[in-house]
């Protein structure tokens, strides 16, 4: 990768990385004074955790495309994004993902397959709150894993 594409892939990263940051901190505003009893409060801060992952599944997406290896639109499309994101590409790129950011990303894209089909049911705040946690872990890891794969990117100067 020479240094015009390393600058662009850094760039559209750190984008939509903040996107993601914005997202968690209308998570964080959103369960200041969480009330676990409130329903439209429990279904705003899952319809923030499905956004925290779909931000996040975007922010794959744009990773593989920058590669050979894009995804496309096969059945099982979103679990095999987030699995083939924890593969190095030989010669082409390091793995961007972790499997400890692997297994809570595919948590999370569980909860937000449940909530986007979820039409007759209601959530449970127990659910909820254990994928509230998942979903803090996984921004965390998300940062150190993005920025660890950009250092392995960096061309040499």
Known sequence: MDTQEFLSLESDITTQLAVIDNVFADIEDRTQGFDISDTRHVESVAYQIHNAYS???ELLRLIANYFE???GDAPR?????IRRMTQPVPGVRPAPLTKEAFLLLDTLRGFRHFFRHAYASTIDPTLLQANLQVARQA???????MSDFLDQLRPEK
């Open 69 to 71: 290896n894009q995804i």
């Open 139 to 145: 921004h965390s890891l998300l940062h150190r894993d």
């Open 77 to 81: 499309w979103h679990s095999a994004l």
């Open 55 to 57: 931000a996040t599944e």
